[in-house]
């Protein structure tokens, strides 16, 4: 198994990737410490490990808030010892995210708080942790959107994707001789409940899947096998790079007729 002996915290672990990441690196050997804000949907995902015969607990965190980030890599080391992968994966794309005449402040700051702050949060109590370890993997989830503007207006989600992505990088460099890889996962637009309720009519779905050359929306499924990837030893000599799965968007980004 690829994880194995493996310790993983994985952020937003109660729905979408982080919840498909959780159950298929337990499949793979690794002990998961789900982190949510939503008891009820870490709580489930927790028990669908267990049922498998994986080994998982659950703690509550706002990645936004510094006591919870602290307290989640505390769990972790408590209830298996190390930590060897964290995964910051919790996000948000807030509905009334629109562009910069049209986005309330208050939907900045949340969006930035949540997004690009729990990243930083993250890695700092989580880096340590790394480091007592002996090394590790950390995957920060951006996006595509930190590659190129979004044919629909979400302009926090884009900036706080961005900084995810800036992050990655500096990590990644300052980090790289204390055998800890800092990779930046970006997804294309995906069937998850986070971006259908943002694209939430039958036309802003159709104006983004015009763009992605495969004809259809990315599965959690398929982001958790590229998260594997990165958390495993077969990405060992990976750093700092924005591990790009998306469809084909950013390859050949057209505008609609």
């Given at each position: 198994m690829r994880l194995q002996n493996k310790v993983a915290l994985i952020t937003g672990a109660g729905s979408g990737i982080g919840r498909e990441t959780a159950l298929l690196f337990a499949e793979e050997g690794a002990a998961i410490v789900a982190a949510d804000i939503n008891d009820a949907g870490g709580l489930e995902t927790v028990q669908m490990i267990t049922q498998q015969g994986g080994r998982?607990?659950?703690?509550?965190?706002?990645?936004?808030?510094?006591?919870?980030?602290?307290?989640?890599?505390?769990?972790?080391?408590?209830?298996?010892?190390?930590?060897h992968v964290l995964f910051n994966?919790?996000?948000?794309?807030?509905?009334?995210?629109?562009?910069?005449?049209?986005?309330?402040?208050?939907?900045w700051d949340l969006t930035l708080a949540?997004?690009?702050?729990?990243?930083?949060?993250?890695?700092?109590?989580?880096?340590?942790?790394?480091?007592?370890?002996g090394g590790g993997s950390i995957i920060n989830t951006a996006s595509f959107v930190a590659l190129m503007g979004a044919a629909t207006p979400q302009l926090a989600y884009t900036a706080s994707k961005g900084a995810v992505l800036a992050m990655t990088r500096e990590l990644a460099v300052i980090h790289a001789r204390e055998n800890i890889r800092v990779n930046a996962l970006c997804p294309g637009p995906l069937?998850?409940?986070l971006l259908m309720n943002f694209l939430d009519t039958e036309a802003k779905k159709q104006r983004r899947l015009v763009h992605i050359p495969m004809g259809r929306f990315g599965e959690a499924k398929e982001m958790a096998k590229a998260a594997l990837y990165l958390a495993s030893d077969e990405s060992s000599f990976m750093t700092g790079t924005e591990f790009v799965v998306d469809g084909g968007i950013t390859a050949a980004y057209v505008t609609p007729e």
């Open positions: 998982a607990t659950y703690v509550h965190a706002d990645v936004s808030q510094a006591q919870d980030c602290q307290q989640m890599v505390r769990h972790a080391e408590e209830a298996f010892g190390q930590l994966n919790a996000g948000i794309m807030h509905n009334q995210d629109d562009d910069a005449i049209n986005t309330a402040e208050n939907i949540i997004n690009a702050k729990g990243v930083f949060l993250g890695c700092k109590y989580g880096i340590p942790a790394l480091r007592r370890a069937r998850t409940e």
